[in-house]
């Protein structure tokens, strides 16, 4: 059984920074793929970054590109997300997935083997 952890989250100033990590057990993160998706309160869940495990590719929403980067920990089993330049409109609960082989759609929620419990992020003055 995979358990995925979030933290990192609180409340930031707009223009400000904040890391979230997401750590595994139960399993590895090899041959994965690790997402992370935000939803906001009355909206979908929806998809900002994305990560390759064994490749370290990655792939990034348009509304985040530039200001999130998506990176890992191989030795501590970890993925996290560098958020710059926050916004209020990033202001959502976070939550990290895992894919465990092929994944057809990043973007989809659905391709989504195991979910975290998230993490909110609030981006206010």
């Known amino acids: 059984q995979v358990q995925l952890v979030e933290s990192g989250g609180g409340l930031v100033q707009p223009g400000g920074s904040l890391r979230l990590s997401c750590a595994a057990s139960?399993?590895?993160?090899?041959?994965?793929?690790m997402g992370w998706f935000r939803q906001a309160p009355g909206k979908e869940r929806e998809f900002v970054a994305a990560l390759s495990w064994s490749g370290g590719y990655t792939w990034y929403a348009g509304s985040v590109k530039g200001r999130f980067t998506v990176s890992r920990d191989n030795a501590k089993n970890t993925v996290y997300l560098q958020m710059n330049s926050l916004k209020p409109e990033d202001t959502a609960v976070y939550y990290c997935?895992?894919?465990?082989?092929?994944?057809?759609?990043?973007?989809?929620?659905?391709?989504?083997?195991?979910w975290g419990e998230g993490t909110q992020v609030t981006v206010s003055s």
């Open positions: 139960g399993r590895t993160f090899s041959n994965s793929v």
């Open positions: 997935a895992v894919r465990y082989g092929i994944v057809r759609t990043i973007s989809s929620q659905y391709e989504y083997d195991y």
